[in-house]
């Protein structure tokens, strides 16, 4: 028997598993399981990966200076406080490392990213999911859980699976109600989708005070998933404590020079911020006029609940959905076994998911 000790909390921990990509006997599956952006990278990103291909030999820039110049432009932050890491999961799992410790409680919402919870059990934190209201993080809910043992609070906003989202002033209720040694953590992975104007990814939070992060990713706009690549905006003294924690070269060459000419491709990504936009609203409207209960997102996918009867339940509804070549997302993980989560994508994909499930409910 092994005599190695596993620090507390690994064992209890459910591995994350990703949205399916492949369908037997389906050679070209329309997948609407992971969030991925409908339009794909720029071009010009495309072209500027290729390009860095003659470097592979040289490491890349440690401090990723040119990929965070390029962020506090584009977002009127500043550089010094950015710090980039190898997709913003690898930020997060900073952060809770830096931050969080056995015995100590990370809360994070009812239905909010599988990630949290992991993070907490890896650190040996106690992860304590605080309830919802209409799948919406509740900020009265938060402030009342909050313990001398609170060390951190992750917030996906928007929130990943529901596209809910809070908004400012919820946000800035919800710092303002935390004690100082509290760390709010927002995940605003699917900011640069949100068109409501109450909104905030919380730069302004993190300016206001020393205990607020915000984390965004290259992977859902800007389509750069397969290249790991997120940012953190922090406090000048939670940036020097992320930049002592990561690794040397956490960013790869290739994924810097993309991100950078993301950035400054503002017609494509202006081109799939007004596609998800209208596919969206498209597909939320023709789901609801067969029946279904779509919840509202602001993000780029939708929360879509199924009937209770076993012919039209989301068990169902996802058989049916896979023998028309169609790749949903199974929440049943997420506390949400009757709904499934359906990415906007291409045109033909989401017409091809309304006529699907207009028969099933037909």
């Not at 598993?17 to 609407?32: F, N, Q």
């Not at 409680?105 to 304590?128: K, R, W």
């Not at 919840?295 to 058989?319: C, G, K, M, Q, T």
Request: glycine share 8%.
């Amino acid at each position: 028997m092994c005599a190695l000790k596993i620090r507390p909390g690994i064992l209890e921990i459910a591995p994350y598993i990703g949205g399916e990509s492949h369908l037997p006997g389906v050679a070209d599956a329309m997948k609407l399981s992971s969030n991925e952006s409908a339009l794909g990278p720029s071009p010009k990103a495309r072209e500027a990966y290729l390009a860095s291909a003659s470097a592979l030999h040289r490491y890349p820039d440690g401090q990723a200076s040119a990929l965070r110049q390029a962020i506090g432009k584009r977002f009127g932050l500043d550089a010094d406080r950015i710090v980039c890491g190898n997709g913003s999961d690898d930020l997060l799992t900073l952060l809770a490392r830096a931050y969080a410790g056995p015995e100590d409680e990370i809360l994070y919402s009812e239905h909010g990213f599988l990630l949290f919870p992991i993070l907490a059990h890896s650190v040996g934190a106690v992860p304590i999911a605080v309830p919802e209201k209409n799948v919406t993080a509740d900020v009265d809910d938060f402030l009342a859980r909050v313990t001398p043992r609170t060390r951190i609070v992750f917030l996906a906003n928007p929130n990943n699976p529901t596209g809910s989202y809070l908004n400012g002033d919820q946000l800035r209720r919800l710092r303002e109600g935390l004690p100082s040694d509290v760390l709010l953590v927002i995940d605003a992975a699917y900011a640069e989708f949100v068109t409501e104007t109450d909104y905030t990814p919380g730069m302004d939070l993190v300016d206001a005070g020393e205990n607020v992060v915000m984390t965004r990713t290259f992977s859902k706009i800007f389509a750069l998933s397969a290249l790991r690549l997120g940012w953190a905006y922090c406090p000048a003294l939670i940036a020097d404590v992320l930049n002592r924690l990561r690794a040397p070269f956490n960013v790869v060459g290739p994924a810097q020079a993309a991100g950078v000419a993301s950035l400054e491709d503002v017609a494509f990504f202006d081109q799939a911020k007004a596609h998800n936009t209208k596919w969206r609203a498209w597909l939320s409207e023709a789901l609801e006029g067969i029946g279904l209960q779509v919840y509202p997102s602001v993000a780029n996918f939708l929360l879509v609940r199924f009937p209770e009867d076993s012919s039209r339940n989301a068990e169902a509804a996802n058989r049916l959905l896979n023998e028309r070549g169609i790749i949903p997302r199974k929440v049943a993980s997420y506390g949400l076994p009757n709904c499934l989560r359906i990415t906007i994508g291409k045109e033909e994909e989401m017409r091809a998911v309304a006529a699907a499930l207009s028969d099933l409910m037909d």
